[in-house]
């Protein structure tokens, strides 16, 4: 059983930078792809990005393509999201995943955390 606590929301102008964290306890993390996904006021929750277990292989939303950056460190147990260049329809509860041995898929996930809140003024 995975736990995933995510940190690093807040609020930032629009044009700006955020790193989000999740770090992970009570499995083996580097058996688990990650994920990221977000979930904004009166949607559905969406992909926003992933990495495979390995690390090898990454995959993005188009709408975050070239903005933001996801990475592993196995040996702490995080996984990282790096927002730049955020804009306001960015704002969202950012929530990261595992899926055992996932290699980057959009769905699926055995485990979530609960979620930190970035919110991107205009």
């Known amino acids: 059983q995975l736990q995933l606590v995510e940190s690093g929301g807040g609020l930032v102008q629009a044009g700006g930078s955020l790193r989000l964290s999740c770090a992970a306890s009570?499995?083996?993390?580097?058996?688990?792809?990650m994920g990221w996904f977000r979930q904004a006021p009166g949607k559905e929750r969406e992909f926003v990005a992933a990495i495979s277990w390995s690390g090898g292989s990454t995959n993005y939303a188009d709408s975050v393509k070239g903005r933001f950056t996801i990475s592993r460190e196995n040996a702490k147990k995080v996984v990282y999201l790096q927002m730049n260049t955020l804009k306001p329809e960015d704002t969202a509860v950012y929530y990261c995943?595992?899926?055992?041995w996932g290699l980057g898929q959009q769905r699926g996930y055995d485990f979530w955390g609960q979620g930190t809140q970035v919110t991107v003024s205009s």
């Open positions: 995943a595992a899926k055992l």
């Open positions: 009570g499995g083996t993390f580097s058996r688990y792809g």
